[in-house]
Every structure is written in C-alpha cells, then in structure tokens.
C-alpha cells in the first residue's frame, strides 16, 4: 500500500523514520480501524508497540477483531501525541503541537517462538524490566493470547511544532502569545520570541495542566 499524498500543509509532513520511531517511542496508545466482515467501519483503541520493522498489537484469542485482522483484513494504525498547545493571539491562530501517524498495512499472526518473544517485547514496553520479576506465561495463557503483527512499510508522519503565525495586527495588540509544552514536568510555559515584556501570562494558560 502507497502512502497518501497530503492534500494539505505538505510542509508538516515527514519521511523521517527516526521521527517515527520516537513516536511510537512516546506512546502505546493506538487505533485500528478496519471494515468488518458485515461491511461496518470499525475503529478500535488498542496497545501497539514497535518491535523492529514490525508493529505489534495483542490481545484475547476471543476478540472478533482481532480475528477479524489476523485473517488478512487491511488497516489503518492511527498514533498520535499532544506535545503542546500554541497559543496564539486569535483563536483562529492557535492549534497544538503535535505528532501523529497512519500505518496501513495488514498484521500476521505469530506463532511459538516468535509470539512469546513479541510478547516479552510489549511487556517490557509497558513496564521496562517486568519480565524478570515475573514468571513465564503457561501454554493455557499463551494459546488464549493472540499476537499480531504488522510491517512498518507504508506510513505517512505529520509533525506540527513552532511559535504563532500571527498576523502584523495582532503582534501589535494586547494578547498574550507562546506555547505552552506539555509532559514531564508537567506543564513548561514559553513566551513567543516577539512578545512584549509588558503582557503577563493570562489565567487561561496558567491553568493548562496537561493534554492526553
């Protein structure tokens, strides 16, 4: 499958794997979406890790989606993260900083080695160093467990960063303009490089505490 071509602000696009993978370096939180077998459009939230060149969600042998996909259906991966808010001096201006992602290709299913190892992969994605403090799975536990995954082969990546493009008009008013960037420490708030030293933080971004 060939990526779509953006239609709109090519600029934010990227072909950078690196971006990618520190993407889905920063977050589990995916969805799925796919046809289902009566013709409905399905989106599911689900975990997804990297594992190599390969993406890998699991889940119950149970799950009619999951069988559903490990029987070739084609998908759509959607991962996305809020890195920040830009704040501008209209409402019209402001947006967020953020990354986000579609893969499109079709999972696999896995099998012995191969599925305790992708297992082992998403544990300790979730909790670096799990698999030493806990025992193996047993046979029933890995036979009601179905791994799947995919190539990381046909992807587009937009990246939206950078300070307020604000109009000459609105530089020249009264409103507070910057980003305001969200993660560990919670919240950093950065005034725009052309702000003047007269217009103070306003309550509504002091309040901001985090976006996920």
Same mark, same amino acid.
């Given at each position: 499958m060939e990526p779509t071509v !953006?239609? $709109? @602000?090519?600029?934010? @696009?990227? $072909?950078?794997?690196?971006?990618?993978?520190?993407?889905?370096? &920063?977050?589990?939180?995916?969805?799925?979406?796919?046809?289902?077998?009566?013709?409905?459009?399905?989106?599911?939230?689900?975990?997804?890790?990297?594992? +190599?060149?390969?993406l890998l969600v699991h889940g119950s042998t149970g799950s009619r989606w999951m069988r559903r996909v490990a029987q070739g259906a084609p998908v759509a991966v959607s991962v996305a993260a809020i890195d920040g808010v830009v704040v501008a001096r209209s409402a019209f201006e402001s947006s967020l900083v953020y990354r986000s992602a579609v893969l499109r290709g079709r999972f696999t299913r896995l099998q012995g080695e191969d599925k305790e190892s992708a297992l082992d992969a998403v544990t300790e994605?979730?909790?670096?160093?799990?698999?030493?403090?806990? $025992?193996? &799975?047993?046979?029933?536990?890995?036979?009601?467990?179905?791994?799947?995954? @995919?190539?990381?082969? &046909?992807?587009?990546?937009?990246? &939206?960063?950078?300070? =307020?493009?604000?109009?000459?008009?609105?530089?020249?008013? !009264?409103?507070?303009? +910057?980003?305001?960037?969200?993660?560990?420490? =919670?919240?950093?708030?950065?005034?725009? =490089?052309?702000?003047?030293d007269d217009i103070g933080v306003p309550p509504s971004v002091g309040r901001i505490t985090g976006v996920r």
């Open positions: !953006p239609a $709109r @602000m090519p600029e934010k @696009m990227s $072909r950078d794997r690196a971006e990618l993978d520190a993407l889905l370096a &920063s977050t589990v939180l995916a969805h799925v979406a796919l046809v289902d077998d009566d013709g409905a459009p399905v989106v599911i939230p689900t975990a997804a890790v990297a594992w +190599g060149d390969r994605r979730l909790l670096p160093g799990r698999t030493q403090e806990v $025992r193996r &799975s047993t046979r029933r536990e890995l036979a009601a467990t179905m791994l799947l995954a @995919m190539p990381i082969e &046909s992807w587009t990546l937009r990246v &939206s960063e950078g300070w =307020p493009d604000d109009p000459d008009d609105d530089v020249a008013g !009264p409103a507070w303009a +910057g980003v305001v960037r969200l993660g560990t420490p =919670p919240t950093s708030v950065h005034a725009a =490089p052309d702000l003047r």
